[in-house]
């Protein structure tokens, strides 16, 4: 059973750091593009970082030069890195894998950044 289960969100303060993880259970992460989305409150989802079967990244205008997202294929399990975190990354943020044509999520980590 594909699983994706988020976890190292919570409270931070502007300026702070969060590492997200997201581990993976019943697949094998390598082989497929893994991304992360946030969804903040009245906004639709959107897709801040990407990474794909070679190491290539991609990245939202708003989280180029602040966020790093990676993979340890020992542990399956993908990485979002947060710095510089502000009020405006304050979301949900959830875990994506694409998987034989079909998409798969986590349940999604709350990020609150707020003094």
């Known amino acids: 059973q594909v699983q994706l289960v988020e976890s190292g969100g919570g409270l931070v303060q502007p300026g702070g750091s969060l590492r997200l993880s997201c581990a993976a259970s019943?697949?094998?992460?390598?082989?497929?593009?893994t991304r992360w989305y946030r969804q903040a409150p009245g906004k639709e989802r959107e897709l801040v970082a990407a990474l794909t079967v070679g190491g290539s990244t991609t990245y939202a205008d708003s989280a180029k030069a602040r966020f790093t997202i990676s993979r340890d294929s020992a542990k399956n399990t993908v990485y979002l890195q947060m710095n510089s975190l502000k009020s405006e990354d304050t979301a949900v943020y959830y875990c994506?894998?694409?998987?034989?044509?079909?998409?798969?999520w986590g349940r999604g980590t709350q990020v609150t950044v707020s003094s």
């Open positions: 994506n894998a694409l998987i034989r044509g079909a998409n798969y």
């Open positions: 019943g697949f094998t992460l390598s082989p497929y593009v």
